[in-house]
């Protein structure tokens, strides 16, 4: 196995273990830093804001029960990027 395919393979287990990102911190997703926030009535929500090409701000929320994990929320958020 290579190397670049073994840090792929790593890099995916960990996206698969950690945990949601906490309330007011940012992630990287594709490059591109991304804000995290709770919403919601009971911070049921996890709502992340990003820079779009234009340089406009862009938000979107995602209900909390949704994902599981990290990778689940950045597949979310990529594809609303897109």
């Given at each position: 196995?290579?190397?670049?395919?073994?840090r792929k393979l790593i890099?995916?287990?960990?996206?698969?273990?950690a945990?949601?990102?906490k309330n007011n911190s940012t992630i990287d997703v594709g490059?591109?830093?991304?804000?995290i926030t709770h919403a919601g009535k009971d911070n049921?929500?996890?709502g992340y804001s990003w820079k779009?090409?234009?340089g406009k701000e862009r938000y979107e929320e995602t209900p909390m029960s949704s994902h599981k994990n990290l990778k689940s929320l950045i597949k979310?958020?990529?594809?609303?990027m897109r």
């Open positions: 196995m290579k190397k670049s395919e073994l890099r995916e287990e960990l996206l698969n273990e945990k949601l990102p490059g591109i830093s991304v804000k049921n929500y996890i779009n090409d234009s979310t958020i990529k594809d609303e």
